[in-house]
């Protein structure tokens, strides 16, 4: 499957007239369900764009193609030139600096909006480190899904009313 992911995706940067260094692909799990494509390139503006539209738009393409090729349904995440990586280092020191104001003022935090896929790397970042005192919860639905950071022991106050319900 990591050959037919590399050929697959070193062809498609080609085509696009993009020239990159030897593509790696890495396993991601045990299942060989989710691979990152790990592209190094001069040209990773034109990868990533504006806030990922462009990144987004070839990781849905390229999980189509492997469908149409393997057909198994897998998840790939394309890292350019560590692009990944150092936004992820800095949403985690964000969230530390959050972690450190929730139990400085003993008072949950409601996050900003984050999607899905950000929420989960918030929930295991908080989660490996293995703090006790400190858990993390998703609250709404949807768009309207927030993540909050709180204090173990200590339930989180929402204020709702009747006309809400």
Same mark, same amino acid.
């Given at each position: 499957?990591? &050959?037919?992911? #590399?050929?697959?995706?070193?062809? @498609?940067?080609? #085509?696009?007239?993009?020239? %990159? ?5 890495? /396993? ?7 691979? &990152?494509?790990?592209?190094? %390139? ?8 504006? /806030?990922? *539209? /462009?990144?987004?738009?070839?990781? &849905? ?5 492997? =469908? /149409? ?16 990586? %150092? #936004?992820?280092?800095?949403? @985690? ?11 400085? %003022? ?13 929420? *989960?790397?918030?929930? =295991? @970042? ?18 309207? !899904? !927030? ?19």
């Amino acid at each position: 499957m990591i &050959n037919e992911i #590399k050929l697959l995706a070193q062809e @498609f940067f080609e #085509k696009l007239g993009i020239n %990159t260094d030897p593509i790696e692909v890495i /396993n991601v799990d045990n299942s060989n369900t989710i691979y &990152n494509i790990i592209v190094k %390139t001069t040209e990773s503006g034109l990868i990533i764009w504006q /806030n990922w *539209k /462009n990144l987004d738009s070839i990781q &849905n393409i390229l999980k189509i193609m492997l =469908w /149409n090729k393997v057909w198994e349904k897998i998840k790939i995440h394309i890292e350019v030139n560590d692009y990944i990586k %150092t #936004k992820d280092d800095r949403l @985690f020191d964000f969230i530390k600096t959050k972690i450190e104001l929730v139990k400085k %003022t003993k008072k949950d935090f409601c996050l900003p909006f984050y999607s899905a896929y950000e929420r *989960k790397k918030i929930h =295991w @970042f908080i989660s490996d480190m293995n703090n006790t005192s400190i858990y993390t919860k998703s609250i709404w639905e949807w768009k309207e !899904r !927030r993540l909050h950071i709180c204090l173990q022991g200590k339930k989180l106050e929402l204020d709702i009313d009747w006309d809400d319900i």
